[in-house]
């Protein structure tokens, strides 16, 4: 479910069945025209919804970080600890940025970018089975 | 078969004498235009009335599809004037009616003015009459805001720093028409519910009225 | 001549004629074009207000989404698109079922949107849980009509379905009637 979606008054009881938490980076720069800051936040989405739609139960997703890729890394780690103090186990980072990746994000449980997951994105464009086989084996595992 | 409907009824409810006094009763003929074709003005009267008939069906017809809320007003007639039988025709006879209504009523009080008909023992129904003229025009204002385009956004904004403009009760009556600080959705409801409930419900009272007084008194008398 | 008149006059009655009544006849012309303008102006109001249930309901609620034939006992799964028109407003669902055949032959539809909290849940998916449906998010499973079994509070949702030229056609989704 979205962060929006949720109520104060709902929250504490909610809580309890929500773990993971879906942090969504966009990595732009500011140099983009118009409509190609749209193709990447349209790209964007479609990373989002192989998370969002078979976990909704379970998955928060939290505003995006919408500046800055890889020379945002130190803000996105500070990001990803105060998911966790927030009292999220699990973090995973979306990304339309292709640089990101585990060195430079010390906390995240999982990063998913298109071009990582691209092979198995299968004919319908919100299901990703590699990215739902990923996220299952992290909660059995439990890291 | 209508004879032996109109029997079965009558027989129950005694509406003969009702229905004779309808039927026998004779047009005078100084305002009957075949005696004297100048006489057509008396018909103003009577049409004023045919046409707010025309105007209360197609408005009830109209809110079967019209939504009175900001996101789908504009869209709900967009719809029904397009994509709904005969929608351009309903609209249409609304659309205009309403202009036409004006034009009658003003048409039928020049008259009563001109013949001197508001004079005693009349200036009851001269009264009723000039209250059911601010009922239409109440009508035709707030039924503008509706289609919540450009068009009726800004009439309104004129129309209300009008009624802003009246001294000591300006601002506060405005305000109350507005439903808040600003033109907006708390505007529309309201029209909505005045141009649909509070104000046909006034008129009919008011009709009521003239019609009676009319009866009673008959037609004013040649000049 | 009028010699000749007067004897066919003789052997001839004045013709009787039921003639129509001034006031008949008026009433009736009156009436007519009164009810005529009446008409006029209501009709096109009645069939304004009557539109929905005559308008061509188009490919229908219907969406086809399976062949018959391969449609088995084993559930499968089973993508499609659902166009909604409601009024001025149009909306595309991505929707997924997973149908079987039960013994009798039947057909039937379930949505694998779990009853919990909305994640969506697999068949089989879950080794702990043979022929089951299993939700990842919170544990819960079905049975493959859909009965919940835990976590949960209500079977899971079924498709309308309706069969026609050895095609499967899904419909809008209600409460499992398998079971109750």
């Known amino acids: 479910m979205k962060f929006s979606e949720f109520e104060a008054e709902t929250w504490d009881e909610m809580k309890k069945f929500f773990d993971t938490c879906l942090l969504p980076v966009t990595g732009l720069t500011g140099s983009e025209a118009p409509h190609e800051a749209a193709e990447r936040l349209e790209l964007l989405r479609d990373v989002m919804d192989w998370i969002e739609s078979p976990f909704q139960g379970r998955v928060v997703t939290y505003p995006a970080v919408q500046y800055g890729g890889a020379e945002a890394a130190d803000q996105i780690n500070r990001i990803i600890q105060g998911v966790r103090q927030a009292g999220f186990i699990y973090v995973i980072v979306a990304s339309a940025v292709e640089e990101l990746n585990e060195e430079l994000l010390s906390g995240v449980n999982l990063i998913v970018t298109p071009q990582r997951y691209a092979k198995s994105a299968g004919q319908h464009k919100s299901q990703n089975p590699a990215v739902q086989e990923q996220i299952l084996r992290l909660w059995q595992e439990g890291k | ?223 | 001549m009028s010699h000749q008149h007067e004897e066919h006059e003789s052997s001839h009655k004045p013709p009787v004629r039921k003639e129509m009544s001034r006031r008949q006849f008026l009433t009736y012309t009156l009436g007519g074009a009164t009810a005529f303008m009446v008409a006029g102006v209501t009709l096109p109001m009645v069939r304004f207000a009557v539109d929905p249930i005559l308008r061509d309901k188009g490919e229908g609620a219907f969406v086809k989404v399976a062949e018959v034939s391969k449609i088995t006992n084993e559930p499968q799964e089973f993508h499609f698109e659902l166009k909604q028109q409601d009024g001025w407003y149009l909306s595309t669902a991505n929707l997924v079922a997973w149908i079987r055949k039960d013994e009798s032959g039947n057909i039937y539809a379930l949505s694998p949107i779990c009853k919990h909290l909305g994640c969506t849940v697999g068949w089989n998916s879950n080794s702990n849980f043979p022929d089951q449906y299993h939700c990842p998010c919170h544990g819960a499973h079905y049975t493959k009509e859909g009965k919940q079994l835990a976590v949960a509070s209500k079977p899971l949702d079924e498709y309308k379905v309706m069969i026609k030229d050895d095609w499967v056609y899904l419909g809008e989704i209600v409460p499992n009637t398998i079971v109750s």
């Open chain 2, 1 to 223: 078969m209508f004879k032996n409907v109109y029997d079965w009824i009558d027989e129950r409810l005694d509406i003969t004498p009702i229905w004779r006094d309808v039927a026998d009763h004779e047009v005078p003929e100084h305002v009957n235009p075949a005696h004297h074709f100048s006489a057509f003005v008396y018909c103003f009267g009577g049409l004023t009335f045919f046409i707010t008939v025309i105007q209360i069906l197609s408005g009830m017809f109209l809110t079967m599809y019209y939504v009175p809320d900001i996101i789908n007003a504009y869209k709900s007639v967009e719809y029904l004037q397009t994509q709904v039988a005969f929608g351009q025709i309903v609209r249409g006879m609304h659309h205009w009616g309403a202009s036409l209504v004006i034009v009658m009523m003003f048409l039928h009080t020049l008259r009563v003015f001109f013949t001197g008909s508001y004079k005693a023992p009349r200036e009851m129904n001269w009264v009723v009459g000039m209250l059911i003229f601010f009922v239409m025009i109440g009508l035709g204002l707030t039924g503008y805001l509706l289609p919540w385009d450009n068009k009726a956004y800004f009439a309104t904004k004129v129309t209300l720093e009008i009624a802003n403009s009246i001294p000591v009760l300006g601002p506060v009556m405005k305000e109350l028409l507005q439903g808040g600080t600003i033109v907006g959705a708390e505007t529309l409801t309201r029209f909505f519910a005045i141009h649909v409930f509070f104000l046909p419900a006034v008129l009919l009272i008011l009709l009521v009225g003239h019609f009676i007084m009319i009866r009673r008194q008959g037609i004013s008398g040649p000049l």
